[in-house]
C-alpha cells in the first residue's frame, strides 16, 4: 500500500479520500488554490501545497503543478476525485510517466470512453445494448436532420465531448431541428471546445440507471449492483438512490453482465460506472435498457451504493491502484437495505438552479452523522463562515441516508432534510425536502422528466408562519437574547432598555412586504402587533440556543441575522426576511470617515465610478448583491472618490472596505479639475 498520496481536488470529495486515507494510514498532500488556502480540505490532510490563483484553469487544472507538487512531497500516487483533471487521459498518461500511480483506470480506457459517439461504437461491437441514433463522424446539418428523421423524433442532440447535461437539446419535431444543433453546437463550442454532436432516438419516461464497476489489474470484474439516478434537473442528478425501485433480478442480471462487458472491452482497472438510460413506461425490462456513457472515475454518488455493500470504494480504488487483486468474487457481494443520497446546493430553484455565491454565515447539520455503516452520513467540504464562491461547483453537502427499507429510508431523509439549519445564501434545501414528499417519487415512479413536470408545485413559496415574522421583527429590533452574531454589523445582541415600548418593523418576504409592531412587554416578553390583529409571544435562552413559547406551545428556533436580513428556522422550515434598508443604520460614521464599507456579505454586481471621480451625496458607487436583492452602496457625502477596493463579480465579506473619498477640505479644489 502507499504511503502517501496526493490528492488532485477540493470540496468534498478531497476530504473524502483523505477521510479513508487516514482510516487506513495513508498519509496525504492536499492542493489548493488562493481561494482555498483555509478550506477544509487543506486543513483534513496532512500536508498541503498551492497550486495557482482561484480560477480552475489556473489551479485545479494546472496538471503540470500538481505533478511538480506530487513530486515536492514524496506522493507515491495521486487521486483525482471527479471532475477537474478525473477524466484527462493526458494527465493520467503524465503521471504514470513521472513514475507515479493515478488511482484511475488507465489512460487508454479513460481515452475509449471520453467521447460519447467512439464509446457508442465501441460498445456496440463489444455486444452492449447502446440507445439507437447517429453516432457517425461527419456532421452536416443537412444529414444530422436526415438521420433524426430515421430515427423518429422525439430525438435528443448531445454533445460527442459532453459532461454534465451540456451541450444536449431534445427536440421534438422536424421544424425545430437547425435550430436546436445549432445551439447544441454552440454550447459544446463553447464548453469542451468541440462542436461535435450525436443524435439519440430520446427515450420515453426515460429513468438513468447506472452500474457501479470494479477491475483489478488481475483481470477481475465485479459490478456493485445499481445506482437509480433519475431525479434530476437540466440532466444533472438531484437524489439518487439504491437500488433502484422495480428492479427485478434478472434486469439487473442482464444490466450487470453489460456494464462488466463494458469495463472488460476496454481493458478496464478501478472503479467506474456505466451509465445506461431504461425505458420506465412499463417497468423495466431485460430488453429495456441502453448504454448511455462510462464515467472513467468514482462518481459523485458512491456513497449510496457504499451504504448498501458495507463496501469502501476509495479504499479499495487505493488498493487496486497498488496491484492488489480484489478481496471478493461477484458471489459473495449482497444489497442491505436502501439508501438515498441529496444534493444540498447553493443554488437559487426558482431561478433556473442559478448557482448562489455567497457566505455560509449559519450551518448546522443533524447531529450523528457517521462516515461508515451508518443510518446517515453527511459527506461536506465547507464550514459554517465559509464562503461559496462563484469559482467552483456550489455544492455544501451530500446528505447520504441508510435503512433497511426504501420506505424507512425516505422517511429518514425528509428527518434529516428538516433538521438542515443553512442561512446566509441560498440554498435548494426547502427543493430537496418538497421532492422527499413528492407522491410520484415517494411511489417509487421515478423518470427524469420528474422534476421538470413538477417544478412549479416543488418550489412553490411555503406559507410564512406569523410566528416566524413575529420572532424576525423581534431578532431585527435588536431584542433578541444572547444572540450570537458572525459579522462586526450584528446588531441582534443582548437586551436593550428601549425607552418607547412600541416599534415599528418593516421586513421583505420574497416580494412581499411586511409590517408589524412589536410592543415589548418585559424581558423576553413580546406583542406583535398587525393591524388589529396581535399575538404574544415569549423567548427563552438556554445553552441549547431559543426556544419559543406561543399558545401554550414550546418550540426550538434558530435566528441568524446580519444587517441585510433574518433567518428564522422553525420546525425544519427557514424563513428569510429582508431587511430592506440596511443601510439606514449607522450612515453617519461613515460619512465623518468618507469610507464605504460593504453592510452585509455580498457579490459586486457593478462598480460605477472610477477613482478620481467627484461624487455627490447619494451618489451610487457600488451595486453589492446579496439575498437576491440588489442593495446600492452610495456616497456618504461629496468628495472626490481616491480608493475602490471592489471588482464586478468578487465575494466581500461584511465590514470590508470597498471605497474611499478624500478628506472634506479638498474636495472644493479638486472639484474644479474635473
Ligand atoms: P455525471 O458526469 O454523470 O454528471 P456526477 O454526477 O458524478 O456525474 O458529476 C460529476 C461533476 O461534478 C463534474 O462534471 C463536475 O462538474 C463536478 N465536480 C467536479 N469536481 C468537483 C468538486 N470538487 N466538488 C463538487 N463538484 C465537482
Ligand atoms: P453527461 O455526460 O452530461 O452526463 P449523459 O449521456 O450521461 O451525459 O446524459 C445525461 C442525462 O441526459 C441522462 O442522465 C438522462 O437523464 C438524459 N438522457 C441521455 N440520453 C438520453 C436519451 N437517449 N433519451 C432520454 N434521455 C436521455
Ligand atoms: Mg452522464
Keep these: 500500500m502507499f504511503r502517501k498520496i496526493l490528492i488532485a481536488n477540493r470540496g468534498e470529495i478531497a476530504c ?179 462542436p461535435a454532436v450525436l443524435v439519440e432516438k430520446y427515450v420515453t419516461a426515460p429513468r438513468h440507471i447506472e452500474i457501479q464497476i470494479l477491475a483489478d489489474s488481475h483481470g477481475h470484474v465485479v459490478h456493485l449492483f445499481e445506482r437509480d439516478c433519475s431525479l434530476q434537473r437540466r440532466h444533472q442528478k438531484v437524489i439518487e438512490e439504491a437500488p433502484a425501485p422495480g428492479m427485478t433480478e434478472a434486469v439487473r442480471k442482464a444490466m450487470g453482465a453489460a456494464a462488466v462487458e463494458a469495463a472488460r472491452a476496454i481493458g478496464y482497472v478501478g472503479a467506474g460506472t456505466v451509465e445506461f438510460i431504461a425505458d420506465g413506461s412499463d417497468g423495466l425490462r431485460p430488453g429495456g435498457f441502453w448504454f448511455m456513457e462510462m464515467n472513467t472515475r468514482l462518481q459523485v454518488e458512491h456513497p449510496v451504493t457504499e451504504a448498501i455493500t458495507g463496501l469502501d470504494l476509495v479504499a479499495l480504488q487505493l488498493r487496486i491502484a497498488s496491484g492488489a487483486p480484489l478481496p471478493f468474487a461477484q458471489s459473495d457481494l449482497r444489497i442491505d437495505g436502501h439508501a438515498f443520497e441529496a444534493r444540498l446546493y447553493a443554488e437559487d430553484v426558482p431561478h433556473g438552479f442559478l448557482p448562489a455565491a455567497g457566505r455560509l454565515s449559519h450551518l448546522v447539520f443533524p447531529p450523528g452523522a457517521a462516515f461508515r455503516n451508518a443510518p446517515l452520513r453527511i459527506d461536506s467540504g465547507v464550514q459554517q463562515g465559509d464562503v461559496i464562491s462563484p469559482f467552483y461547483d456550489p455544492m455544501i453537502a451530500k446528505l447520504v441516508v441508510h435503512a433497511p427499507s426504501r420506505a424507512e429510508a425516505l422517511t429518514r431523509l425528509g428527518a434529516v ?79 436593550r432598555a428601549w425607552s418607547e415600548a412600541r416599534h415599528t418593523v418593516r421586513l421583505r418576504s420574497g416580494e412581499a412586504e411586511l409590517l408589524r409592531s412589536v410592543v415589548v412587554l418585559g424581558p423576553d416578553r413580546y406583542r406583535i402587533e398587525e393591524g388589529e390583529r396581535s399575538f404574544d409571544l415569549r423567548i427563552d435562552c438556554d445553552a441549547q440556543g431559543l426556544r419559543v413559547v406561543f399558545c401554550g406551545q414550546n418550540r426550538r428556533i434558530s435566528v441568524i441575522g446580519s444587517r441585510a436580513a433574518v433567518t428564522v428556522v422553525l420546525d425544519g422550515t427557514d424563513h428569510v426576511f429582508a431587511l430592506p434598508d440596511p443601510l439606514a443604520v449607522g450612515g453617519e460614521a461613515d460619512a465623518e470617515s468618507g469610507v464605504v464599507l460593504a453592510p452585509m456579505p455580498g457579490l459586486v454586481r457593478l462598480v460605477s465610478v472610477a477613482p478620481g471621480a467627484a461624487v455627490a451625496k447619494g451618489d451610487t458607487l457600488i451595486v453589492l448583491e446579496a439575498m437576491k436583492m440588489e442593495h446600492n452602496l452610495t456616497a456618504p457625502r461629496n468628495g472626490i472618490l481616491v480608493e475602490i477596493q471592489a471588482e464586478v463579480g468578487q465575494q466581500v465579506d461584511a465590514g470590508a472596505v470597498l471605497a474611499r473619498l478624500a478628506p472634506a477640505e479638498r474636495t472644493g479644489a479638486e472639484d474644479s479639475d474635473g
Design 16 to 194: 473524502r479520500i483523505a477521510a479513508t486515507c487516514r482510516q487506513m494510514g495513508v498519509a496525504t498532500v492536499a492542493v489548493y488554490s488562493d481561494a482555498d488556502a483555509h478550506a477544509a480540505h487543506v486543513a483534513m490532510a496532512d500536508e498541503a501545497m498551492r497550486i495557482g490563483a482561484a480560477p480552475v484553469a489556473e489551479s485545479y487544472l494546472q496538471g503540470a503543478r500538481i505533478l511538480e507538487a506530487a513530486r515536492a512531497t514524496g506522493a507515491e500516487a495521486i487521486h483525482p476525485g471527479y471532475g477537474f483533471l478525473s477524466e484527462n487521459p493526458d494527465f493520467a498518461a503524465l503521471v504514470e510517466e513521472a513514475g507515479l500511480r493515478f488511482i484511475g483506470p488507465p489512460a487508454a480506457a479513460i481515452r475509449a470512453m471520453g467521447l460519447k459517439d467512439a464509446a457508442k461504437a465501441l460498445m456496440e461491437s463489444a455486444g452492449v445494448p447502446v440507445v439507437p441514433g447517429y453516432h457517425g463522424a461527419a456532421q452536416e446539418p443537412a444529414l444530422l436532420a436526415r438521420n433524426a428523421q430515421e430515427i423518429g423524433y422525439p430525438v435528443l442532440i448531445k454533445a460527442r465531448a459532453g459532461g454534465g447535461g451540456k451541450g444536449m437539446r431534445r427536440v421534438d419535431a422536424p421544424a425545430d431541428f437547425a435550430e436546436a444543433l445549432a445551439s447544441a453546437q454552440r454550447e459544446a463550442q463553447a464548453a469542451f471546445g468541440d
Design 417 to 495: 432534510l428538516a433538521g438542515c439549519e443553512l442561512a446566509g445564501l441560498t440554498t435548494n434545501l426547502g427543493f430537496l425536502a418538497a421532492l422527499a414528499r413528492h407522491p410520484g417519487f415517494v411511489a417509487g415512479k421515478v423518470d427524469t422528466g420528474l422534476i421538470a413536470r413538477d417544478l412549479d408545485q416543488l418550489v412553490a413559496p411555503k406559507p410564512v408562519s406569523d410566528l416566524a415574522i413575529g420572532v424576525a421583527a423581534i431578532a431585527a429590533l435588536g431584542l433578541l437574547c444572547g444572540h450570537r452574531g458572525l459579522d462586526p454589523w450584528d446588531r441582534l445582541v443582548g437586551w
